[in-house]
């Protein structure tokens, strides 16, 4: 049975930052895609990074300021996120499949909650 559990997530001021972990169990992790993805109050889920073997994609709206990674020996990905912003409150889901696009993966966590404050 696959499983994703993240951790990581809390409240921190402006500015701050955060690192979310996914560990993943029950696939072969290094031949999926991993992604996360987040979703803020009253909008749709959106993609806030990729990994796969063949590429990395980053959102825009936190390029620069946030990176993804990933530890095939420990099935971990992580999003490391800095000089965060209010803006990126939402709940943050962890994702893996074989294929991942903008819009989600087919595997899901359960999501952790960053709480951004001004």
């Known amino acids: 049975q696959v499983q994703l559990v993240e951790s990581g997530g809390g409240l921190v001021q402006a500015g701050g930052s955060l690192r979310l972990s996914c560990a993943a169990t029950?696939?072969?992790?290094?031949?999926?895609?991993m992604g996360w993805y987040h979703q803020a109050p009253g909008k749709q889920r959106e993609l806030v990074a990729r990994?796969?073997?063949?590429?990395?994609n980053i959102a825009d709206s936190v390029k620069g300021r946030f990176t993804i990674s990933r530890d095939n020996a420990k099935n971990t990905v992580y999003l490391q996120m800095n000089s965060l912003k209010p803006e990126d409150t939402a709940v943050y889901y962890c994702?893996?499949?074989?294929?991942?696009?903008?819009?989600?993966?087919?595997?899901w966590g359960k999501g952790t909650l960053v709480t951004v404050s001004a």
């Open positions: 994702a893996a499949g074989h294929s991942c696009s903008d819009y989600g993966c087919p595997v």
């Open positions: 029950g696939i072969t992790f290094s031949a999926n895609a």
């Open positions: 990994s796969s073997s063949e590429s990395t």
